[in-house]
């Protein structure tokens, strides 16, 4: 069956350092893969997301790149700030017909300390 | 407003009661979830639904009934609540076998206590 394996946490880093997680799976077939972001007292919510290999996924200055000959999808950001302190959870999804159900990591939690 | 609603997002409860948490979503996605999560397990797939009157288990499913007479809701019952059962609870939803299908929106979740 699929599996997502996340870096172990907790992370604790300085504003403006430069943070990694490490991603990653094992899937039949090409999954879509995702990275989601969980704040304190909130629901998860969509970070980014690539659906095939080679793509690189972005939004709010973090990255992540498909990469299916090492099946990992680590998360990058250049300079971290005191805000992007959450959990962060490594997910994937089989496509088409068996699209629906996700595999999620553990969670890594970040923290940002001014 | 549109979105993925749950409530109560706070309940307290003794063992042995039941208590349901509802899971209203405006999207029709075709897919729902539940999740509850613990601190040290991350998240953990309780019962999920692919359409209206299709449910299925998910890792942990024993104590928990669910059923989906609607689309846009997904309610989940503890039938005797115990200690154990004392999580965070989170609804969620996807549109399933499409591009997007993998995709999951999550509600802003229920802190249940079973005292």
């Known amino acids: 069956g699929n599996s997502v394996t996340q870096m172990e946490g907790p992370v604790t880093l300085s504003e403006e350092a430069f943070l990694t997680i490490n991603c990653t799976y094992t899937a039949t077939g090409y999954p879509s893969l995702f990275w989601y972001v969980q704040y304190p007292g909130?629901?998860?919510?969509?970070?980014?997301?690539?659906?095939?290999?080679?793509?690189?996924?972005s939004n709010k200055g973090f990255e992540a790149t498909y990469r299916k000959e090492t099946?990992?999808?680590?998360?990058?950001?250049?300079?971290?700030?005191?805000?992007?302190?959450?959990?962060?959870?490594?997910?994937?999804?089989?496509?088409?017909?068996?699209?629906?159900?996700?595999?999620?990591?553990?969670?890594?939690?970040l923290t940002v300390k001014p | 407003d549109a979105g993925i609603t749950q409530s109560p997002r706070y309940k307290i409860t003794e063992t042995g009661r039941q208590v349901t948490l509802m899971c209203h979503q405006t999207w029709s996605h075709s897919?729902?979830?539940?999740?509850?999560?613990d601190l040290g397990h991350g998240l953990r797939l309780i019962y999920y639904s692919a359409a209206a009157d299709i449910t299925d288990k998910g890792e942990v499913p024993d104590g928990y009934v669910v059923s989906r007479s609607k689309t846009e809701n997904f309610p989940l019952t503890l039938e005797s609540a115990t200690r154990s059962q004392t999580s965070v609870y989170f609804c969620a939803s996807s549109e399933g076998r499409t591009e997007r299908g993998g995709e999951q929106y999550f509600g802003p979740g229920t802190r249940l206590t079973v005292t």
């Open chain 1, 42 to 57: 909130e629901g998860l919510q969509l970070l980014l997301k690539a659906t095939k290999a080679d793509d690189k996924g």
């Open chain 1, 71 to 109: 099946t990992s999808f680590h998360l990058e950001k250049g300079s971290v700030q005191v805000s992007d302190s959450a959990v962060y959870f490594c997910a994937l999804s089989d496509k088409g017909a068996n699209a629906g159900k996700s595999t999620f990591g553990d969670g890594t939690t």
């Open chain 2, 31 to 37: 897919y729902m979830f539940w999740y509850r999560q």
